[in-house]
């Protein structure tokens, strides 16, 4: 029998087991938790936060099998069993030959830094990650951004935002030669671009001029596996590949990764750099030593590399991903069909609101991202962050703010941490404050760190 419905919804492929009691605030409430925090997102507590959508970093719900896992730590200094599952679990789904793990992404940033990038160095990239820049300078380096215009234009609906424009790339190498570009640096799924997917075509033809040159490829596979859903879903040939044989194939385009497992693999903490050459693998084993811990446990405990390779397996799994994905598409319809100005296509990880459009009365150095996202908060107490100027930091030669094109509110979603209902919830918030739009102020900045000033900053009302 022909079905009479057209449509037919999906839903999360788990169900709950446990949960966590969440804590209603009044405006009142808020308000003053707001001037606490020195209008900061990152500065407000835990308690006083009802949606935290903040980041979808280390914030994801572990699953019954990876609480399981964490019983089966085996806590040995060195050669932890768990070490073992992890290092199997990482060549079966990525492929890499050889991996180290380390507490978190940036520990592996910094050791990859350290051992490749010598002072003058550049390293091109597709859009800068703010940890991962600054490793590359910390280390001597220059990062030059060489991600396709499109990138740029929150309005384009291109499908591959992520791409990297070959020309931009060839032209540096001209320019510097290969001699000063130890690697290039390319994420899947780009933060930064709003979630954004490079396809496997582009990857491709990176790689192809990278060889030539003898350039290595390092991937930051952060969300290697998002991005994998939108190859399937938009790149010729792929409709009926499984999300692991695309994740596997990207990997097989690089020489080595660094990761964050806080985000597609499911872990509360972790990370690793993966390498395919020998020699390097050698030096990285030497310098975790020295910044995160033995080779076999690099800052983490047996229990956490356990759930983390167990994680890992999970975040490739086709269901898991469609419905992670389904989650961020289904709150951006909403916001899309309430004529709210966010960042398009609609990413992997979160809805970018574009805090421009939004707040077309505010100049950048007014702090329009940061004081929306503040204003989101103040109305239902949705925790979102900043992406804009005050994330882009300050040229390290000039000393002048950088002013990126893109300025805006990142709503992340945890990984099977909130129902549809809660997206709801945050749709409705957004549109009582795109209504009230015109009634915002601006900030100015009254205390400003000097590493990654976005996490710790202070502001006052204009
Ligand atoms: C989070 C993140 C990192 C850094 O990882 P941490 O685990 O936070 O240290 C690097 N690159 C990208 C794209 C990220 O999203």
């Given at each position: 029998m022909k079905s009479k419905r057209n449509k037919r919804s999906w839903a999360e492929p788990y169900k709950i087991k446990m949960v966590e009691l969440l804590r209603m605030t009044t405006r009142e409430e808020r308000k003053k938790a707001l001037e606490y925090a020195g209008y900061n997102t990152f500065l407000l507590k835990s308690k006083d936060v009802y949606i935290d959508l903040l980041t979808d970093s280390g914030t994801s719900a572990m699953s019954d099998r990876q609480w399981a896992g964490m019983m089966l730590g085996d806590e040995a200094y060195a050669g932890s069993e768990n070490f073992y599952h992890f290092e199997s679990a990482v060549h079966e789904n990525?492929?890499?030959?050889y991996v180290v793990p380390t507490h978190q992404g940036r520990g592996a940033e910094n050791i990859v830094s350290k051992i490749m990038i010598k002072p003058g160095d550049i390293i091109p990239g597709n859009m800068y990650f703010t940890t991962t820049r600054l490793h590359q300078e910390l280390a001597g380096g220059t990062f030059v951004d060489i991600i396709i215009d499109e990138a740029h234009d929150s309005q384009s609906k291109h499908p591959f935002k992520g791409n990297g424009n070959l020309t931009k790339l060839e032209s540096l190498i001209k320019i510097?030669?290969?001699?000063?570009?130890?690697y290039i640096s390319i994420a899947t799924s780009v933060n930064m671009a709003g979630g954004q997917p490079i396809s496997i075509q582009n990857l491709r033809e990176i790689r192809k001029l990278t060889e030539k040159h003898d350039i290595k490829v390092i991937h930051d596979m952060t969300r290697v596996a998002e991005n994998a859903w939108f190859i399937k879903q938009r790149e010729k040939g792929y409709q009926n590949k499984s999300v692991k044989s695309i994740v596997k194939e990207i990997c097989s385009l690089t020489d080595g990764a660094t990761m964050s497992a806080k985000k597609d693999a499911l872990v509360n903490i972790g990370g690793f750099l993966a390498l395919n050459d020998k020699a390097l693998y050698e030096e990285a084993s030497n310098m975790v030593v020295v910044y995160e811990g033995l080779h076999t446990y690099g800052g983490l405990a047996g229990r956490d590399l356990e759930a983390m390779a167990i994680g890992i397996g999970e975040s490739v799994n086709d269901d898991h991903i469609r419905a992670r994905v389904g989650q961020v598409e289904y709150l951006g319809m909403q916001m899309l069909e309430a004529k709210i100005p966010i960042v398009q296509p609609i990413g992997g990880h979160g809805i970018f609101v574009d805090a421009k459009r939004f707040l077309p009365?505010?100049?950048q150095l007014q702090f329009p991202a940061q004081a929306l996202a503040a204003e989101i908060y103040l109305d239902s107490g949705v925790r979102s962050m900043e992406r804009g100027i005050v994330s882009a930091g300050r040229n390290k030669d000039t000393g002048d703010h950088y002013f990126p094109e893109l300025e805006l509110v990142r709503l992340t979603i945890p990984r099977r941490v909130y129902t549809q209902a809660h997206m709801d919830v945050v749709a409705e918030s957004l549109e009582e404050v795109f209504h009230n739009r015109k009634k915002i102020k601006g900030f100015k900045m009254v205390h400003e760190p000097k590493y990654l000033r976005f996490f710790q900053a202070r502001f006052k009302k204009l």
């Open positions: 990525y492929g890499y030959k510097y030669g290969s001699k000063k570009i130890p009365h505010l100049k």
